[in-house]
């Protein structure tokens, strides 16, 4: 889920966790580093429920969702963590609706060694990834360098990826087998309000896919101009672009994009490790073949409530078949620690293969983090 509700302790990559160049916590001896390491974790309520139509049955659950991580300090630029989530039956509308969702009831959804120095880092193990098409948690080798000044690189090799959260749970499995995905990502901003995000992916025998995400920043007004390209071992090429601008004015924000595939085969391979393109909670359609998708958001701030709105359609395919789909949010503060979500959802095909032409639903949190 591409929202409030999706609890996901995601470590940026790219933004810089996986590149501090030092802890704020050191060590002088080992028995020092685990005695100052540090605790945290989250503890949440999670339901979810969906009205189909078409003779196709309700769906929907109850799970409460549990995360503790510790972490050591830091100890001669060397440190290590692990985390745990575990979830917890609470109901459901039909058979399996709770089975479908959780793979599992608890997982192990870190545990690395890090070392970090001035402009370098290299994690190995489980971890969470943020990338532009790599994400979750990976059992993964990532480097970071930042010693060149404005430049962000990032070099990594993932074997097995898993996905935990508060509203679904999957085991580890292998990426493209054993033979894993390598990702070169880089980010430069040497110009103000611009910055420049090439890289490339190689899925050996699969596919190899590059890209270029350009972003603009200024006061009031923000672009963002991405495209990017699959060179397909097993079927023809993909691609995808994608334009967006948005702003801010009087405590609104707004935006408007617009996403485009290949007509043949759409984004291909590349949105297999994961996405950050689309902006929907379900966006079944985003990297079908010949997919185009215009949409709309808008955001404000009231009385602490965060509300959002976004709607878009998605045209695709030869018969050029229809997805519409709108998403309402809502998120309160209820303290520093404690915050309650909501977020309905309406998607709405058109299509004679789509397995729900008319979902509506409706997500559910509270979450306490510590």
Same mark, same amino acid.
């Given at each position: 889920?591409?929202?409030?509700?999706?609890?996901?302790?995601?470590?940026?990559?790219?933004?810089?966790?996986?590149?501090?160049?030092?802890?704020?916590?050191?060590?002088?001896?080992?028995?020092?580093?685990?005695?100052?390491?540090?605790?945290?974790?989250?503890?949440?309520?999670?339901?979810?429920?969906?009205?189909?139509?078409?003779?196709?049955?309700?769906?929907?659950?109850?799970?409460?969702?549990?995360?503790?991580?510790?972490?050591?300090?830091?100890?001669?630029?060397?440190?290590?963590?692990?985390?745990?989530?575990?979830?917890?039956?609470?109901?459901?509308?039909?058979?399996?609706?709770?089975?479908?969702?959780?793979?599992?009831?608890?997982?192990?959804?870190?545990?690395?060694?890090?070392?970090?120095?001035?402009?370098?880092?290299?994690?190995?193990? &489980?971890?969470?990834?943020?990338?532009?098409?790599?994400?979750?948690?990976?059992?993964?080798?990532?480097?970071?360098?930042?010693?060149?000044?404005?430049?962000?690189?990032?070099?990594?090799?993932?074997? &097995?990826?898993?996905?935990?959260?508060?509203?679904?749970? %999957?085991?580890?499995?292998?990426?493209?087998?054993?033979?894993?995905?390598?990702?070169?990502?880089? %980010?430069?901003?040497?110009?103000?309000?611009?910055?420049?995000?090439?890289?490339?992916?190689?899925?050996?025998?699969?596919?190899?896919?590059?890209?270029?995400?350009?972003?603009?920043?200024?006061?009031?007004?923000?672009?963002?101009?991405?495209?990017?390209?699959?060179?397909?071992?097993?079927?023809?090429?993909?691609?995808?672009?994608?334009?967006?601008?948005?702003?801010?004015?009087?405590?609104?924000?707004?935006?408007?994009?617009?996403?485009?595939?290949?007509?043949?085969?759409?984004?291909?391979?590349?949105?297999?490790?994961?996405?950050?393109?689309?902006?929907?909670?379900?966006?079944? &359609?985003?990297?079908?073949?010949?997919?185009?998708?215009?949409?709309?958001?808008?955001?404000?701030?009231?009385?602490?409530?965060?509300?959002?709105?976004?709607?878009?359609?998605?045209?695709?395919?030869?018969?050029?078949?229809?997805?519409?789909?709108?998403?309402?949010?809502?998120?309160?503060?209820?303290?520093?620690?404690?915050?309650?979500?909501?977020?309905?959802?309406?998607?709405?095909?058109?299509?004679?293969?789509?397995?729900? %032409?008319?979902?509506?639903?409706?997500?559910?949190?509270?979450?306490?983090?510590?």
């Amino acid at each position: 889920m591409k929202n409030l509700l999706k609890s996901k302790t995601i470590s940026l990559v790219a933004c810089g966790l996986l590149l501090s160049t030092s802890t704020t916590f050191g060590a002088d001896t080992i028995d020092s580093a685990f005695k100052n390491g540090k605790v945290s974790g989250s503890v949440a309520l999670y339901g979810e429920k969906h009205d189909y139509k078409d003779g196709v049955k309700d769906s929907g659950f109850g799970n409460g969702n549990g995360t503790v991580a510790y972490e050591t300090a830091s100890f001669y630029g060397l440190s290590a963590k692990a985390e745990f989530k575990g979830n917890l039956y609470l109901g459901e509308f039909e058979n399996s609706d709770y089975d479908n969702a959780y793979a599992n009831n608890s997982l192990m959804t870190e545990a690395y060694i890090k070392y970090a120095m001035d402009g370098f880092s290299l994690t190995a193990g &489980r971890q969470a990834i943020d990338l532009e098409w790599l994400g979750d948690y990976n059992e993964a080798v990532v480097a970071a360098i930042t010693a060149i000044p404005d430049t962000t690189i990032v070099l990594g090799y993932s074997e &097995r990826q898993a996905e935990s959260g508060i509203d679904k749970s %999957k085991k580890f499995t292998d990426l493209n087998g054993d033979k894993g995905v390598y990702v070169l990502d880089v %980010k430069y901003a040497g110009f103000q309000g611009v910055e420049f995000n090439p890289y490339a992916y190689s899925a050996p025998d699969v596919a190899d896919w590059y890209g270029l995400k350009t972003t603009f920043t200024t006061d009031y007004f923000g672009a963002i101009a991405h495209y990017a390209v699959s060179s397909e071992d097993t079927q023809a090429d993909g691609s995808i672009g994608h334009v967006e601008l948005n702003t801010t004015l009087v405590g609104v924000s707004a935006a408007v994009g617009y996403i485009k595939t290949d007509k043949d085969v759409g984004a291909g391979s590349m949105a297999t490790g994961g996405d950050n393109i689309s902006p929907f909670d379900t966006g079944n &359609r985003t990297y079908d073949h010949d997919a185009r998708t215009a949409y709309g958001s808008l955001g404000y701030t009231i009385a602490d409530i965060e509300l959002g709105a976004l709607y878009g359609v998605t045209t695709y395919g030869t018969t050029d078949s229809k997805e519409k789909e709108l998403n309402l949010t809502a998120s309160y503060p209820i303290t520093e620690s404690l915050t309650a979500a909501i977020l309905y959802g309406d998607v709405d095909e058109d299509a004679m293969d789509a397995t729900y %032409k008319d979902d509506k639903y409706m997500l559910a949190s509270l979450e306490y983090t510590f």
